[in-house]
């Protein structure tokens, strides 16, 4: 199955839903960061989370999310335009816990909960929206939750799940947000929460090859999906960017890498991709700076 998020209304329980699964980017992001299991569901469950987040926009803004917990993964932080593609890491990709009493992955040990979930919103304005809510759990999940509830006012179930094999390779990640509408009853409310009540966990439905739109079918028979996007994990780093970076170092700094290093090597935080450069380009960086 490929990765993608669908986008759907549920008008007899007035309620806005959102359904995907990461199970091939996260992948990507696993081998590429070198993850350990509970590392691995964390940025799993982080990336579903954002990317359902960014399926709220309009205008497809670029969006940056980043929780720290202070827990021994760090900070987790993902980008994206809303565009379907993201990036993003764990400050600690070598972390792994479990729960002694379920056994299952310890997502809100490694992330911790004395710390902030913050959400940045570049929307072509002068000025950035910015949510920051205090971590509830570090299981991320009831976090944006709390994060919707608190920021953005709007009541939600956040169910977002990753089953990783013996052999650390990804087996299922996903998940998905039932958002209340201002006209949701009493009634609705009450229909949601029984349906949620023994509700299977997205992981084991993804892994035994349940789609998005079948998941929301099992909630609410007459779910309209409206759109579907297709999901990627995807950096846009380049020599020319890190080349840019460079420049904010100073020409002191710059100058030590030529007369000690003959050189540098930069490594994308995101991606973990290289960058090279020569004695001789350092020196023609540094001449234009002076």
């Known amino acids: 199955m490929k990765d993608y998020l669908v986008r759907g209304i549920v008008e007899s329980k007035n309620c806005r839903v959102f359904a995907c699964t990461t199970k091939q980017l996260l992948e990507v992001a696993r081998q590429k960061h070198d993850l350990w299991p509970t590392a691995s569901a964390a940025l799993g469950r982080f990336m579903s989370a954002t990317f359902m987040l960014a399926a709220m926009n309009k205008n497809h803004e670029k969006m940056t999310v980043t929780m720290n917990g202070g827990g021994n993964i760090g900070t987790i932080m993902a980008c994206t335009n ?8 764990v400050g600690n990709p070598h972390v792994h816990y479990t729960y002694e009493d379920t056994g299952k992955l310890g997502v809100g040990l490694a992330v911790g909960n004395q710390g902030t979930l913050q959400v940045i919103k570049d929307m072509g304005l002068k000025e950035p929206f910015v949510g920051t809510v205090p971590i509830q759990t570090g299981e991320i999940g009831e976090d944006f939750s709390y994060y919707f509830m608190v920021s953005e006012q709007i009541p939600s179930v956040v169910s977002l799940g990753v089953l990783v094999d013996t052999t650390n390779e990804i087996l299922s990640s996903g998940g998905f947000i039932i958002q209340l509408l201002p006209e949701a009853s009493d009634e609705d409310i009450s229909y949601i929460e029984e349906k949620m009540r023994n509700f299977p966990a997205v992981s084991a439905l993804l892994n035994e ?34 080349k840019n970076a460079l420049m904010t170092v100073g020409k002191d700094e710059i100058q030590a890498m030529i007369d000690e290093d003959h050189g540098c090597e930069m490594t994308c935080q995101f991606c973990n991709s290289k960058y090279s450069f020569s004695e001789d380009e350092l020196k023609e960086l540094l001449e234009s700076i002076q």
Not at 82 to 89: E, L, N, P, R, T
């Open 82 to 89: 809303s565009d379907g593609k993201i990036k993003a890491f």
């Open 209 to 242: 090859g349940y789609t998005p739109e079948e998941i929301l079918q099992m909630i609410f028979e007459d779910v309209k999906i409206l759109d579907s996007q297709d999901l990627f994990f995807e950096c846009d780093c380049s020599k020319e960017k890190m």
